[in-house]
């Protein structure tokens, strides 16, 4: 149980373009879900706060007009990276907390590598 | 900004070691302590969580925290090639931070067989 499903994989696209991640809990509802940032050999960096049917909680220094995450549902995230730059590269990964209880693990999406060329 | 430190490493011990990471905290009111591990290019994996003072264990890995102290250990015995990863060392602040993770740096652990 407790599975987080992370697309796509993978995506190289286009500087100035936009690229969507999705991130799905399979069997359970998330209402918050958090959206990570990995560069080559560092630690995960919070991005943001996705919150079902509210505005998103973004950590200082995060763009929230250059990431836009939206929560519409209890099962699925979006993060969307607009107007992607070659410095937007890196390891994307989400993650959910599967039940109330505070001390639940986190559950992680596999991530989603953006090379942007 | 709390923080949550760690030894980059690498750490290297023989196969069938125990090996040992550590994690100190900067906060007296975290609530919880995760160990998660990610091997290199792929997303983390939770080792196993622990809330309270003591030793928590789980197969061949054991958490140790200490509250007071500020420190959290993992002991990972019998050690395996296949345990040579990145070991993430995070904490929650429920009280400021609502449900946030922050994540150490993490330690490479590397077993040599």
């Known amino acids: 149980g407790a599975v987080v499903s992370q697309h796509p994989s993978w995506v190289i696209c286009k500087s100035g373009t936009s690229v969507k991640i999705e991130c799905r809990s399979l069997?359970?509802?998330?209402?918050?879900m958090f959206w990570y940032r990995q560069f080559p050999k560092q630690s995960l960096m919070l991005m943001a706060t996705?919150?079902?049917?509210?505005?998103?909680?973004?950590e200082q220094g995060v763009e929230k007009d250059k990431f836009l995450i939206n929560h519409a549902s209890l099962t699925l995230s979006t993060l969307t990276v607009t107007s992607a730059h070659p410095e937007d590269s890196s390891f994307y990964i989400c993650?959910?907390?599967?039940?109330?209880?505070?001390?639940?693990?986190?559950?992680f999406g596999s991530g989603t590598r953006l090379t942007v060329v | 900004q709390k923080e949550v430190e760690q030894n980059s490493g690498p750490l290297s011990v023989p196969e069938g070691a125990i090996a040992s990471l550590n994690c100190t905290y900067s906060?007296?009111?975290?609530?919880?302590f995760f160990w998660y591990r990610q091997y290199s290019g792929k997303s983390p994996e939770l080792i196993m969580f622990?809330?309270?003072?003591g030793d928590k264990e789980d197969g061949r890995f054991t958490a140790q925290l200490n509250k007071a102290s500020q420190y959290v250990s993992l002991l990972i015995r019998d050690s395996q090639p296949s345990d040579s990863a990145t070991y993430l060392c995070?904490?929650?602040?429920?009280?400021?931070?609502?449900?946030?993770?922050?994540f150490g740096a993490g330690t490479i652990l590397r077993v040599k067989s």
């Open positions: 993650s959910a907390l599967p039940g109330a209880r505070a001390n639940y693990g986190y559950t």
């Open positions: 069997d359970f509802q998330a209402t918050t």
């Open positions: 996705s919150n079902e049917g509210s505005k998103a909680t973004y």
């Open positions: 906060d007296r009111g975290s609530q919880s």
């Open positions: 622990i809330y309270s003072n």
């Open positions: 995070a904490v929650k602040w429920v009280q400021e931070y609502g449900n946030k993770l922050v």
